[in-house]
Nanobody, 126 residues
Framework: QVQLVESGGGLVQPGDSLRLSCVAS????????MGWFRQTPGKGREFVAG????????AYAEPVQGRFTISRDMAKNTMYLQMNSLNSGDTAVYYC???????????????????WGQGTPVTVSS
């Protein structure tokens, strides 16, 4: 059974940093593009960052460009999201997702992903 398990969320103050982790199991990690999405009450899932199968290519949503960094550790079947300079607009539940890709690519659309984690909440407040 495929499982994606997020961790690392919590309550932080503006300007703080946080690192989210997503551990994947039940799939061949290197065959999947990975991504991070976030959701707030009254809004749908918003693309945050994506990374290709190999980890060579990545993409970011404009609100997090320059502040967040996505990466993956192939030996640990784990994807990370390093979040720096957090602000109140980053408050959301963050989800990791996996999409099977036969070629190297970054996936941005939420409806293209095959598997989702349960989410980890991030609250940025003073």
């Amino acid at each position: 059974q495929v499982q994606l398990v997020e961790s690392g969320g919590g309550l932080v103050q503006p300007g703080d940093s946080l690192r989210l982790s997503c551990v994947a199991s039940g799939l061949t990690f290197s065959d999947y593009a990975m991504g991070w999405f976030r959701q707030t009450p009254g809004k749908g899932r918003e693309f945050v960052a994506g990374i290709s199968r190999s980890g060579i290519s990545s993409a970011y949503a404009e609100p997090v460009q320059g502040r967040f960094t996505i990466s993956r550790d192939m030996a640990k079947n784990t994807m990370y999201l390093q979040m720096n300079s957090l602000n109140s607009g980053d408050t959301a539940v963050y989800y990791c997702a996996a999409e099977y890709r036969p070629r190297i690519a970054v996936v941005r659309s939420y409806d293209e992903y095959d598997y989702w984690g349960q989410g980890t909440p991030v609250t940025v407040s003073s």
